[in-house]
Antibody, heavy 125, light 111 residues
Framework: QLQLQESGPGLVKPSETLSLTCTVS??????????WGWIRQPPGKGLEWIGNIYYSGSTYDNPSLKSRVTISVDTSKNQFSLKLSSVTAADTAVYYC?????????????????WGQGTLVTVSS | QSVLTQPPSVSGAPGQRVTISCTGT?????????VHWYQQLPGTAPKLLIY???NRPSGVPGRFSGSRSATSASLAISGLQAEDEADYYCQSYDSSLSGSVFGGGTKVTVL
């Protein structure tokens, strides 16, 4: 059974860079059938898509985050990572990683399943 | 403000049927992109409930069903149970954003 687990610091100072890693177990991140994504949820609020990455390193991310996002993949470790630069209090959220399947020739229009348990990152001095 | 619009809350008595709407625009649902639904129980990660408008993953009870029309989609819960009390989110693809968009979420309360 595929599982995803987020890890990284729970507290980041304003203006610094948030760094998180998602470790995939029970399956290979190098499958041609999936992208891998990051989604966040501010406390008490809704979900916001951050971006996705393919095992080849191809990425696409949410333009509303104004190029602060870097997503990378390490196939040797079965991990993918998120970096979000110049953080502010508005970036405080639970960050989730999830699998994003390709089907019918499309890799960008589909659902997220399964999800990691999420990790809370607080931006504060 | 979310790209997809959902009612903040719906409620119903045990055994009743409730529906949650998800309204989009011409760049997402109205453009023909599929809608997916998630259930988020308190303190847990979202769980896929419906994919591609109407399909239930293995293990999801049959009382959950989805539908889609021109610019909107709906999730119906029949035979409402106490364990269905949760937040529900819709998701689709938006061609203007070139990525995924979510609704603001709907809290279902079982009276």
């Amino acid at each position: 059974q595929l599982q995803l687990q987020e890890s990284g610091p729970g507290l980041v100072k304003p203006s610094e860079t948030l760094s998180l890693t998602c470790t995939v177990s029970g399956g290979s991140i190098s499958s041609s059938s999936y992208y891998w994504g990051w989604i966040r949820q501010p406390p008490g609020k809704g979900l916001e898509w951050i971006g996705n990455i393919y095992y080849s390193g191809s990425t696409y991310d949410n333009p509303s985050l104004k190029s602060r996002v870097t997503i990378s993949v390490d196939t040797s470790k079965n991990q993918f990572s998120l970096k979000l630069s110049s953080v502010t209090a508005a970036d405080t959220a639970v960050y989730y990683c999830a699998r994003h399947p390709c089907s019918g020739g499309s890799c960008h229009r589909n659902w997220f399943d399964p999800w990691g348990q999420g990790t809370l990152v607080t931006v504060s001095s | 403000q979310s790209v997809l619009t959902q009612p903040p809350s719906v409620s119903g008595a045990p055994g009743q049927r409730v529906t949650i709407s998800c309204t989009g625009t011409s760049s997402n649902i109205g453009a023909g992109y599929d809608v997916h639904w998630y259930q988020q129980l308190p303190g847990t990660a979202p769980k896929l409930l419906i994919y591609d408008n109407i399909n239930r993953p293995s293990g999801v009870p049959g009382r959950f069903s989805g539908s889609r029309s021109a610019t909107s989609a709906s999730l119906a819960i029949s035979g409402l149970q106490a364990e269905d009390e949760a937040d529900y989110y819709c998701q689709s693809y938006d061609s203007s954003l070139s990525g995924s968009v979510f609704g603001g979420g709907t809290k279902v309360t079982v009276l």
